[in-house]
């Protein structure tokens, strides 16, 4: 089992930045492909960003790509988003998940998943 916990969530104006964290425990959290997922009300959940084991390969989803960047700290079992240029529609539930596929960018490809954290971006 690996549990996973979101931080790093809040309000913040069109053009801005936040950072969101998850912290994992439980598992070696270096065996794992690690995953950022969002999902807006009345939308299904989707892909934003992965990580794999080492770090060394990060791959992202169009609409975020050049804004966010995902990175992780083995040392710390922490896995990061940070988040630039926000827009509206980045608003959404922000979600950390583990897995083992490689390159993995559909929900169902995840194993663990944390409790989520609210990102709202005003405009």
């Known amino acids: 089992q690996v549990q996973l916990v979101e931080s790093g969530g809040g309000v913040v104006q069109a053009g801005g930045s936040l950072r969101l964290s998850c912290a994992a425990s439980?598992?070696?959290?270096?065996?794992?492909?690690m995953g950022w997922f969002r999902q807006a009300p009345g939308k299904e959940r989707e892909f934003v960003a992965g990580?794999?084991?080492?770090?060394?390969?990060?791959y992202y989803a169009d609409s975020v790509k050049g804004r966010f960047t995902i990175s992780r700290d083995n040392a710390k079992n922490t896995v990061y988003l940070q988040m630039n240029s926000l827009k509206p529609e980045d608003t959404a539930v922000y979600y950390c998940?583990?897995?083992?596929?490689?390159?993995?960018?559909?929900?169902?490809?995840?194993?663990?998943w944390g409790q989520g954290t609210q990102v709202t971006v005003s405009s």
């Open positions: 998940a583990a897995g083992s596929q490689s390159h993995a960018t559909h929900a169902s490809r995840y194993d663990y």
């Open positions: 439980g598992r070696t959290f270096s065996n794992y492909v």
């Open positions: 990580i794999s084991w080492s770090g060394r390969s990060t």
